[in-house]
């Protein structure tokens, strides 16, 4: 019977399997972890936002920690795999508006469609430890530890000037403000600024060691590491003042006070305390002004002088005030002195509005004696200006250390001498500055958790006590602006403290608390009196495998490393200070034309048309062997139909072998040939899935099965060798495609559910690797000479190996550096080849590199038991021959690693 034959008859049927081992793996509470485990494999996708419906890159996601946490019980760990919802938030409340119901009522119905989804995907989670953010038995958590950080003197309530969102109608963190356009990250609205009284948590207050932990954090990519340091934004520098005239000192933070003597313009933000006075004064200043502040984008350059001047205080000149919109009010001072010939920004700026552009800082290569006096020190004229060589600050900004020039006294000092010596030269102060700002929690939304907090004329801000925890939402009120504002009835209560009248914070919390500790509940879900048992998870923290997308590096991320900080210090968890070892970023699943899948495009992919048309292992398969985990690729209905064609091919391979369709008896060569490819390949799928390279391991599956094909075309297979094969591939397969392998483990009469079978082990030698090498080497190189001499129908191949003198010469050349031939002819064994060893020898003259190569023994016995293969493929005898028995031209031919060939047509 032909494959093609065998697959047509031995099918699966995936609408009939997938929901029977879905209910055997439930009545087998496959998925289920004791609390008593001891320190288990903990992994974790990020939990999805409850939106109704699954899409491609959940499925991704979701599959990539699947098949690792299948993979790690195969070998036999205790795993915790769960799942959760996010499911506050703003986009269930416009739903529900949409639809004139509450967003409790819609976040359920879609928690409810997305878990039936997440289960006919074939996903294994510990069901029993499911969270839901949205419930009060959650974020009765949310505020009891705000409770808890307000104690420690981590929450603070201030006015600040805020982003607001003037669509969603809520404050957003400075790390939910997208783009330099500043667009909110959830509707891409331009962000304006209001003052508000805000809660926050004062996350600045970790920001050194936030930073600092990063260095360690080798299991995390490079690049999140670097954005949420460059988030922090930690700069070391100083302060010092500039005297406004009309207006008095103004604080500038610079890292670069070494380049003060070449200040040749102050610029301050739009929202500086200066421009904001001078609005009411200066038409053009206010005119500036309201343009920054509204949608519109100014170009980077732009900017108003406003007929003030700022006195340098290392020059005592006088240097025009500009209002520019490159200049940061959340940066520094929100001032700054411009130094167009060392900074990028002011250089552009200043040649827009034709500054002067002065040069103070030099390389320290480009500067030569002039003619004036010289520092006996420094080696540095300090009287002739044109002491720089080749750097034309007037065209390019020069932003690199150096040496001072046209610094007066200061000539010839290093960057690093001057930035030390003008701190106390010009009354300033050291000083550490960050971009990070501290949290602002409090959100003008219905569906979040309640702020435990209470306002009394009496007692001002009471929190709410731990006792009368949760504070529970309100039915839902539709309306515009803050929805608890309106909700009168629950708004009024009593004060905690004086028992007099009070009023409820009506603002509720930053979803992202919720995100920000959801990963201990899971540890333990049913938990009353605590969030989470404190010994448990400091056994099972931090999670090992922790996947989900990039979007989150610097607001997800953050908050929980800072959250698990705390909990450390406040003894809620014990020496555990990050909370995920190793991290990935899954790359994103376009649409089949290249494009983002979006609704607008109508290149989408529904998971649940795939799971009805090919089945969830299909999906799965196709996802996980498309692209590495950190790669995005594109969906192809091709790949899909590739990924159904395999899992069919392999299915039938199990079915027949276990219907005794395949006769077995002895195949000779090919049987330890065959045995040695299961080993490498075990082995490789094992290296491969720690890796997380899911693709390079299912290709070596394809490879293997496409093997074990051909080994029952081609002979009839030792019983226990192809036994250990399709045994093997089940188990190699289970984790990616779980219930096509239970099906197949089924036939083959496993035992129990191959879910919970022992993972195949084997080892695979260096003469492996080189051993295979030789043989595709071999092969290819006999496919370019049938190609080449236009051999249509080859009836014998011969092959033979190269001699061991030849070897031997080629381990001399490795060895020596300098007369290759001249080494090889002092060897008498060697000598007696005559010209035959002079040439070879001179062939490897120059060589620089020498691989391993197996010995002349090893290379025959690795050509003779792939030899079916070639005999397959060209349809011809082949004959192996070491050197002593092939024939001489044919040996001539041989050098190690390149056997000779003759091929007969």
């Known amino acids: 019977m032909s494959s093609a034959d065998a697959t047509e008859q031995h099918r699966f049927d995936h609408a009939a399997i997938e929901p029977k081992w ?30 109704g419906e699954l899409h491609m890159g959940h499925v991704r996601n979701y599959t990539i920690t699947d098949a690792f946490a299948r993979f790690e019980r195969l070998r036999g760990e205790d795993v915790l795999h769960p799942m959760g919802w996010d499911s506050f938030g703003l986009p269930a409340e416009n739903a529900a508006e949409d639809r004139d119901t509450n967003p409790r009522e819609w976040t359920m119905g879609c928690i409810e469609t997305m878990r039936d989804q997440l289960i006919r995907m074939g996903f294994g989670y510990d069901w029993e430890r499911e969270v839901t953010t949205c419930d009060p038995e959650y974020y009765r958590w949310n505020q009891w530890l705000f409770n808890r950080f307000n104690e420690e003197g981590l929450v603070s309530r201030d006015a600040r000037e805020v982003n607001w969102c003037p669509d969603c109608e ?13 667009r909110c990250w959830r509707c891409d609205t331009r962000v304006d600024s209001r003052e508000l009284d805000q809660w926050m948590f004062t996350i600045t207050d970790y920001a050194d060691e936030l930073r600092d932990a990063l260095e360690e954090m080798d299991g995390w990519p490079n690049n999140v590491r670097q954005m949420q340091q460059n988030w922090i934004g930690r700069q070391d520098g100083a302060s010092v003042e500039f005297d406004v005239a009309g207006y008095g000192p103004v604080e500038i933070f610079t890292t670069r006070l070494d380049t003060i003597y070449g200040a040749t313009f102050f610029a301050i933000a739009p929202g500086h305390d200066l421009a904001q006075q001078l609005v009411d004064e200066h038409e053009a200043v206010a005119e500036y002004v309201a343009r920054a502040e509204s949608d519109e984008e100014l170009p980077e350059t732009s900017g108003v002088f406003t007929g003030m001047h700022a006195t340098n205080p290392a020059t005592g000149e006088e240097i025009p005030v500009y209002v520019a919109d490159y200049v940061l009010e959340d940066v520094g001072t929100g001032a700054l002195y411009a130094v167009p010939a060392h900074d990028d920004r002011d250089h552009a700026f200043a040649t827009e509005h034709e500054i002067p552009i002065r040069q103070v800082v030099a390389p320290a290569e480009s500067v030569t004696t002039g003619p004036g006096d010289d520092d006996a020190e420094s080696g540095v004229d300090t ?45 300033g102060e050291f000083r550490t500055e960050y971009r990070l700002r501290d949290w602002l929690i409090s959100r003008q939304r219905y569906w979040g958790t309640p702020i435990p907090v209470v306002h009394c004329d009496t007692c001002g801000f009471v929190p709410v006590p731990d006792e009368e925890l949760p504070v529970e939402l309100p039915e839902f ?24 009248d009070a009023v409820r914070e009506t603002d509720t919390m930053d979803t992202f608390v919720d995100s920000s500790w959801y990963f201990l509940r899971f540890i333990s879900p049913d938990a009353e009196d605590i969030p989470f048992d404190a010994e448990h998870a400091s056994d099972w923290m931090p999670v090992d495998r922790y996947v989900g997308g990039i979007e989150h590096a610097v607001m997800h991320l953050l908050y929980a490393r800072f959250f698990t900080k705390v909990f450390d210090d406040i003894g809620m968890i014990d020496g555990v200070r990050e909370p995920f070892t190793n991290l990935v970023n899954q790359g994103m699943v376009l649409g089949e034309d290249g494009f983002k899948m979006s609704k607008s495009r109508g290149n989408g992919v529904s998971p649940v048309r795939i799971i009805d048309e090919y089945g969830a292992d299909t999906a799965r398969l196709f996802i996980m062997e498309a692209a590495q985990p950190q790669k995005e690729f594109a969906w192809s209905p091709e790949g899909v139909d590739s990924a159904n064609q395999f899992l069919q091919r392999v299915y039938a391979l199990v079915s027949e072998f276990a219907a005794g369709e395949i006769e077995t008896g002895d195949g000779g060569p090919v049987d330890s040939y065959v045995e040695e490819e ?38 009839e297979p030792d019983e226990d060798v192809f036994e250990r094969a399709v045994f093997a ?15 197949m483990w089924d036939l083959l009469d496993g035992d129990g559910l191959v879910a919970e079978a022992a993972w195949p082990t084997a080892t695979k030698s260096d ?29 014998r191949i011969e092959i033979a190996v190269a001699p061991a003198w030849k070897h031997r010469v080629r381990e001399i050349a490795a060895e020596t550096d300098g007369n290759v031939i001249g080494a090889v002819m002092q060897h008498d064994d060697l000598k007696r080849h005559g010209q035959d060893a002079a040439d070879y020898a001179q062939d490897l003259v120059g060589k620089e590199h020498f691989e391993a190569q197996l010995s002349p023994e090893d290379e025959r016995d690795a050509l003779d038991s792939a030899a079916w293969l070639i005999e397959r493929e060209f349809d011809a005898e082949v004959a192996v021959y070491s050197a002593d028995d092939a024939p001489d031209d044919l040996a001539s031919k041989a050098v190690p690693g390149r056997p000779g060939i003759n091929i007969e047509e």
């Open 729 to 743: 591939v089940t188990k190699l397969l289970a984790p990616v495609a779980p219930h096509v392998t239970e099906e």
């Open 383 to 427: 009287t002739d200006e044109s002491v720089v060589d080749d750097l034309d600050v007037q065209q390019q900004a020069y932003t690199e250390d150096g040496v001072l020039v046209n610094s007066g006294a200061y000539d010839g000092l290093t960057s690093e001498e001057a930035r030390e010596h003008f701190v106390e030269e010009f009354d």
């Open 678 to 715: 299961i080993d490498a390949t075990v082995v490789t799928v094992s290296e491969e899935f720690e890796a997380f390279r899911f693709n390079h391991a299912i290709q070596a599956v394809r490879d293997l099965v496409s093997l074990l094909r051909q080994y029952a075309d081609h002979t």
């Open 477 to 500: 009120v539709h309306t515009t602006g803050n929805p608890l504002d309106a909700a009168d009835e629950w708004k009024h209560t009593a004060c905690p403290e004086c028992g007099g």
């Open 22 to 51: 879905q209910r055997a793996w439930e009545e087998a509470d496959v998925f289920r972890i004791d609390d008593d485990a001891v320190d288990p494999a903990y992994v974790l996708a990020m939990f999805p936002y409850a939106s």
């Open 767 to 795: 003469e492996y690797e080189l051993g295979k090498r030789l043989v595709e080497n071999t092969r290819e190189d006999i496919r370019d000479i049938v190609s080449v001499v236009g051999i249509e129908s080859p009836s």
């Open 170 to 182: 809520t404050v957003l963190a400075d790390e939910q403000v997208e783009g330099e356009d500043e």
